[in-house]
């Protein structure tokens, strides 16, 4: 071996062709003729070969195989089936002459579905966020229309309590309001299969209302005092109604089992307020100092307290501070007057005792209580005095 020989390390040089570059080209432009011929291939694919119009992935044009292999809309290869055999021949594969039979096609789900136009496409996205755009401005102009419902019966209401307050009662109404009274029997009032617990009246109004039960419908049913057969019933509730109180002339306020207060409007017979509790409600009263709000006593010796203006939950949550804790219902409540000083009165089985309302805080005010039993006019007396 010769020096150059043992000092030369490498390959002996490689000879590159000229039309290296040509080859390369003629490469290239071969792959991107099976592209073409893949895209163009897809696009064979998305359409029936019998209608020349594209499948869709279920309907009656949904793409369904026979057993040769070949795939047609399904309601394209129903009909060649129907004239093959009004022709009185056999059915065959359109493609292939192979026998058909009616139970062959078989429905086929794709893994892709083909747009038959990217314009057609385009042009349902711009309409799908143009519907979406439609929808949200619907909704804005719902809501801001349900404020105004609000807002309008709220401002019902006070009007209502303010025209209320400021009757006069003339001195001849006086007098006979004055003069003893005699009570005598006129007329009852039943209907078949109703069962009735609770009721109030509106003597302003020459109305009454009472709690109603009938046919597992629960409501109340209204009736006007100078004929007790004029009556309507109005369903309110799912639960039986424990406790009912007129809280405007043409608004009653109720609670029942259903844990549930409800404020119904008399004039158009519908519920325009409802409050959802968390626990099944014993009684229910308005507030003669404030209209707007609205008390409810429930089962576990718990008053909630609801201001009508605002529609969604309680304001105040009040719990008696005894220990041990007493889980007794409330079954009367009603707001008086003492020393121009606004008292919550509330009663459950055991004992009575009270709010002072007339501040935000709502401090507790227990009651004393005395009893004194008179044997003579058998009369139990029970005296309440606040602290």
Same mark, same amino acid.
């Given at each position: 071996?010769?020096?150059?020989?043992?000092? %030369?390390?490498? !390959?002996?040089?490689?000879?590159?062709?000229?039309?290296?570059?040509?080859?390369?080209?003629?490469?290239?432009?071969?792959?991107?003729?099976?592209?073409?011929?893949?895209? !163009?291939?897809?696009?064979?694919?998305?359409?029936?070969?019998?209608? !020349?119009? %594209?499948?869709?992935?279920?309907?009656?044009?949904?793409? *369904?195989?026979?057993?040769?292999?070949?795939?047609?809309?399904?309601?394209?290869?129903?009909?060649?089936?129907?004239?093959?055999?009004?022709?009185?021949?056999?059915?065959?594969?359109?493609? %292939?002459?192979?026998?058909?039979?009616?139970?062959?096609?078989?429905?086929?789900?794709?893994?892709?579905?083909?747009?038959?136009?990217?314009?057609?496409? +385009?042009?349902?996205?711009? !309409?799908?966020?143009?519907?979406?755009?439609?929808?949200?401005? =619907?909704?804005?102009?719902?809501?801001?229309?349900?404020?105004?419902?609000?807002?309008?019966?709220?401002?019902?209401?006070?009007?209502?309590?303010?025209?209320?307050?400021?009757?006069?009662?003339?001195?001849?109404?006086?007098?006979?309001?004055?003069?003893?009274?005699?009570?005598?029997?006129?007329?009852?009032?039943?209907?078949?299969?109703?069962?009735?617990?609770?009721?109030?009246?509106?003597?302003?109004?020459?109305?009454?209302?009472?709690?109603?039960?009938?046919?597992?419908?629960?409501?109340?049913?209204?009736?006007?005092?100078?004929?007790?057969?004029?009556?309507?019933?109005?369903?309110?509730?799912?639960?039986?109604?424990?406790?009912?109180?007129?809280?405007?002339?043409?608004?009653?306020?109720?609670?029942?089992?259903?844990?549930?207060?409800?404020?119904?409007?008399?004039?158009?017979?519908?519920?325009? =307020?409802?409050?959802?509790?968390?626990?099944?409600?014993?009684? %229910?009263?308005?507030?003669?100092?404030?209209?707007?709000?609205?008390?409810?006593?429930?089962?576990?010796?718990?008053?909630?307290?609801?201001?009508?203006?605002?529609?969604?939950?309680?304001?105040?949550?009040?719990? #008696?501070?005894?220990?041990?804790? +007493?889980?007794?219902?409330?079954?009367?409540?009603?707001?008086?007057?003492?020393?121009? *000083?606004?008292?919550? =009165?509330?009663?459950?089985?055991?004992?009575?005792?009270?709010?002072?309302?007339?501040?935000? #805080?709502?401090?507790?005010?227990?009651?004393?209580?005395?009893?004194?039993?008179?044997?003579?006019?058998?009369?139990?007396?029970?005296?309440?005095?606040?602290?």
């Amino acid at each position: 071996m010769s020096d150059f020989e043992e000092e %030369c390390d490498f !390959q002996a040089p490689i000879n590159v062709p000229v039309d290296i570059y040509t080859r390369k080209r003629n490469r290239c432009q071969i792959e991107d003729d099976k592209y073409v011929e893949t895209e !163009q291939d897809l696009t064979e694919v998305s359409t029936c070969s019998l209608c !020349q119009t %594209c499948w869709t992935n279920n309907g009656a044009h949904g793409i *369904v195989g026979l057993k040769c292999g070949h795939v047609f809309g399904r309601s394209c290869i129903v009909q060649h089936m129907r004239d093959a055999t009004a022709q009185k021949t056999p059915a065959k594969c359109p493609t %292939c002459d192979n026998p058909l039979t009616k139970a062959e096609p078989r429905r086929i789900w794709p893994n892709k579905v083909i747009p038959c136009d990217e314009a057609d496409l +385009i042009e349902l996205k711009k !309409q799908h966020a143009e519907a979406d755009l439609i929808i949200q401005g =619907l909704k804005e102009a719902n809501e801001a229309i349900q404020q105004q419902i609000d807002k309008a019966i709220f401002d019902h209401l006070v009007l209502q309590a303010e025209d209320r307050s400021n009757r006069i009662i003339s001195p001849s109404q006086i007098m006979q309001m004055s003069q003893p009274s005699i009570f005598v029997h006129q007329r009852s009032f039943s209907k078949k299969n109703e069962k009735y617990r609770v009721m109030d009246v509106d003597p302003m109004g020459d109305r009454a209302v009472v709690s109603v039960w009938k046919e597992q419908k629960y409501g109340i049913r209204k009736m006007n005092l100078y004929d007790i057969t004029s009556t309507e019933f109005i369903p309110n509730h799912s639960g039986i109604i424990k406790d009912l109180k007129y809280n405007t002339e043409n608004m009653v306020l109720s609670t029942g089992l259903d844990k549930t207060l409800k404020l119904t409007s008399l004039q158009s017979n519908q519920v325009v =307020l409802s409050y959802q509790l968390g626990a099944p409600g014993w009684s %229910c009263a308005s507030s003669e100092a404030n209209p707007s709000i609205v008390y409810c006593g429930l089962t576990s010796n718990t008053v909630l307290v609801f201001d009508i203006r605002n529609t969604k939950e309680f304001v105040h949550k009040l719990i #008696e501070p005894c220990v041990p804790k +007493i889980f007794s219902p409330i079954h009367s409540i009603m707001e008086v007057m003492t020393e121009d *000083v606004p008292l919550l =009165l509330c009663s459950n089985l055991s004992h009575t005792y009270g709010w002072n309302t007339s501040t935000e #805080e709502y401090e507790y005010v227990p009651l004393q209580q005395s009893v004194e039993y008179e044997n003579d006019v058998t009369d139990l007396i029970i005296l309440f005095q606040p602290i």
